[in-house]
C-alpha cells in the first residue's frame, strides 16, 4: 500500500530516510534535521511529496517528488529526487510500483514528465530504470557548492 506521508506516519518514513541517507555514505545525519525538512512536503504541497510504501503493515519502502521547471521545454517536470527500498524487498516490484506512482502523481500536478539520477554504481537501481519505458539522458549532472554546506 502507498500512502503520502504527513504528521501521522512521518516517524515510520524517518528510519527509511537514516538507512538511505546511510546507503549514499551521507555524514551527521541528524533525526530532527530530517523531521523539520521532510515534515515541509505533504501531499498539498506545492514543493512536492513523499509517499510511504507498507507491506503487512511495515514501512519498507519510499519515495520522494520534488517540482521542478524546464526552461527549454517551457513546462513543469516532476523529480523523483528519493527512492528507496529495504534491502529485502529489492528487485521485488516495490520500487517500480513506487515509482509509477510517482509518475501519475506528477501527471496529476500538471508535470510533463518525471525525472531523475542515480549514482553511477547503483546497478540494482539501474536495472530497474533500464526496464521501464524510460531514456537515459544526454546531459552531465554537475554540483557547485553554495559554501554554506556539504
Request: charged content about 20%; some cysteine; hydrophobic content about 35%.
Amino acid at each position: 500500500m502507498i500512502e503520502p506521508v504527513d504528521n501521522n506516519n512521518i516517524d515510520d518514513l524517518l528510519p527509511l530516510v537514516r538507512a538511505y541517507q546511510e546507503f549514499y555514505g551521507a555524514a551527521d545525519i541528524n533525526d530532527e534535521s530530517n523531521r523539520a525538512f521532510f515534515a515541509q512536503f505533504s501531499e498539498n504541497s506545492e514543493s512536492g511529496c513523499q509517499f510511504l510504501f507498507r507491506r503487512d503493515g511495515a514501512a519498507i519502502a519510499f519515495a520522494t517528488v520534488y517540482f521542478n521547471f524546464s526552461s527549454t521545454l517551457a513546462a513543469k517536470v516532476g523529480v523523483l529526487n528519493d527512492l528507496y527500498t529495504t534491502p529485502a524487498y529489492r528487485s521485488s516490484g516495490v520500487g517500480r510500483e513506487l515509482i509509477e506512482h510517482c509518475r501519475q502523481f506528477a501527471q496529476r500536478r500538471g508535470a510533463i514528465r518525471l525525472q531523475w539520477l542515480t549514482a553511477t554504481d547503483n546497478l540494482t537501481a539501474q536495472r530497474l530504470y533500464d526496464s521501464l519505458d524510460t531514456r537515459k539522458s544526454d546531459w552531465h549532472f554537475y554540483t557547485y557548492s553554495t559554501g554554506t554546506g556539504p
